[in-house]
């Protein structure tokens, strides 16, 4: 039996789960226990809710909503709200034939998608879910239909013919595993500077030092509601967002909620994760980076082909054009890794300043190169020279701060004044020679150690990169924290960072 109860808000945080509190007599009425899930129902909206139950912080005849209810979720304040115990899900029936070895068919899976997006499963329900990415796997018809669910699971966009572009609307996004996020910003503003439209959506970290939308709420908002978004985009031809504040395939930002507990990835999550935020978004022409090498997500050749293929097949069915970019990975993107030192690298590109990375400049006009002549906007052969002449002119450094302005940011950061990690320790060569390699996973583990991505001005900055000489005693890098407990767990985790021949 449902009861109709008085919204209150409560001054109360929940994180990423969904939280509300009611008094214990209807509870009772209801027959729900403390710390299951409800339905909660106002007009044309349902979501599933965690509930409290309590004697005194709400009285009878009243449910209070967490803040994440009424400012993410927009659940009304002093107005009568609907609450009952769910139906039993049919997904859990069809996770358990997963499990089994079993294929599911199209609505088993969007069922699935549907109650893992409206929060209708636990969170270890979830995780069994994520297990059968592994074993038994899924088959090409499982894939598509696994996307097609994710990608419904939640709002989807639409940006044709904003400024003219009719149906083309470009994207980029890596697979990850690598350490250094600054390709993304300096590539769409070069992109968003050549008159592309091209709204992008990023994640925070897993398993890396810091994800893209780390890095960039640094220096401007991330979070950005739908309405925002396509002023945005109308107004600067781009956005540099967090996905988790669109609603954009739930599904998948709960699927990840596990997975970054559990430090595991998948590579048939991964490509049905990046198609459906694709999907969603609307893209119609997306570049896929994948990085490969030792200590990376992609190990071996065959990984490789492997993903390629699949990327290319899945876009394909969704009617999106699907270019990869395949680069082999001996060290980070940039010589920052963290959040504040990732930024300013990518600033210090488009500033075009002395001491940037051309490493990272590099990559980004490889890319550009790619996006630039497959969308038309130039020339066989003449992408990267249109690029180059993007940055140098200072165009992409116009278009970036012009997206970030739009979002809500403030006023203009230059890279000197991003503020770092006041505690500091030099990393110095064990011995001379050549540095061959900067080992990916050690990078994480030192990072990590140090604080990030949770404090944004903790992380390395590698003052010798790939390629380059040293004599024994040299500073390679260089630790930053914010306390003397991080800086010694970050010299902890140094061990074998460097190989040097």
């Given amino acids: 039996m449902g009861l109709y109860l008085k919204s209150i808000e409560l001054d109360f945080e929940g994180g990423k789960d969904l939280f509300v509190v009611l ?28 509930v409290i139950i309590t004697d005194s912080e709400v009285s009878e005849g009243e449910i209070g909503l967490y803040e994440e209810l009424v400012d993410e979720r927009f659940a009304p304040v002093n107005q009568k709200i609907f609450l009952d115990i769910p139906k039993p899900t049919k997904a859990l029936d069809a996770i358990r034939k997963k499990m089994k070895g079993e294929k ?42 696994m996307t097609k669910g994710m990608a419904n699971s939640g709002e989807k966009l639409s940006f044709k013919n904003i400024k003219g572009n009719g149906d083309l609307v470009v994207d980029k996004h890596s697979i990850g595993g690598t350490a250094g996020k600054g390709i993304t910003p300096i590539l769409v503003s070069i992109l968003a500077a050549n008159d592309l439209v091209c709204p992008n959506t990023s994640t925070r970290a897993i398993t890396s030092p810091a994800g893209t939308s780390d890095i960039l709420e640094v220096v401007m908002p991330v979070a950005v509601s739908k309405e925002d978004v396509y002023k945005v985009v109308k107004e600067t031809g781009a956005c540099l967002i967090w996905g988790g ?14 997975e970054r507990s ?3 990835q998948e590579f048939q999550k991964v490509l049905v994760s ?16 994948l990085p490969y090498g030792k200590n990376t997500k992609l190990d071996r050749p065959d990984d490789l082909e492997f993903l390629e293929k699949e990327f290319v097949k899945l876009f394909s069915r969704f009617g999106i054009r699907c270019f990869v970019i395949k680069r082999q990975i001996k060290g980070p993107d940039g010589n920052g890794v963290g959040p504040a030192l990732e930024i300013r690298e990518a600033l210090r590109v488009l500033e075009q300043t002395d001491n940037r990375s051309r490493g990272l400049e590099d990559t980004v006009l490889d890319m550009a190169e790619i996006l630039l002549e497959e969308s038309g906007r130039a020339k066989k052969g003449k992408g990267r020279e249109l690029a180059l002449e993007t940055l140098s002119s200072k165009r992409a450094l116009s278009t970036f701060w012009r997206i970030a302005v739009s979002q809500g940011q403030k006023k203009v950061i230059l890279s000197q004044e991003i503020e770092v990690g006041k505690l500091t320790f030099e990393l110095k060569a064990k ?15 030192i990072a990590r150690s140090l604080g990030t991505p949770k404090v944004k001005e903790a992380g390395i900055f590698f003052e010798k990169g790939v390629g380059d000489r040293v004599e024994k005693g040299d500073v390679v890098a260089i630790l930053y924290a914010q306390t003397e407990g991080r800086l010694e767990q970050g010299k902890e985790a140094v061990g074998e960072l460097l190989d040097i021949k």
Avoid at 431 to 445: A, E, F, L, P
Wanted: aromatic share 8%; glycine share 8%; proline share 2%.
């Fill in 23 to 50: 008094h214990r007599t209807d509870a009772e009425r209801i027959g729900i226990k403390d710390g299951g899930t409800a339905l909660l129902g106002y007009r044309d909206v349902e979501m599933y809710v965690k």
């Fill in 104 to 145: 599911l068919n199209e609505k088993e899976l969007l069922s699935i998608m549907e109650d893992i997006g409206s929060r209708k499963l636990r969170e270890t329900e979830v995780a069994f879910f994520v297990s059968t990415f592994f074993n038994p796997g899924f088959d090409e018809d499982e894939i598509y239909w």
């Fill in 245 to 258: 504040s669109l609603f954009l395939a739930p599904a998948d930002d709960e699927i990840i909620n596990v």
């Fill in 262 to 264: 559990l430090r595991i």
């Fill in 274 to 289: 990046i198609v459906a935020k694709k999907v969603a978004m609307g893209s119609t022409c997306v570049l896929i980076d």
């Fill in 431 to 445: 011995k001379g020679g050549t540095i061959t390699r900067i080992d990916t996973r050690t990078i994480v583990d």
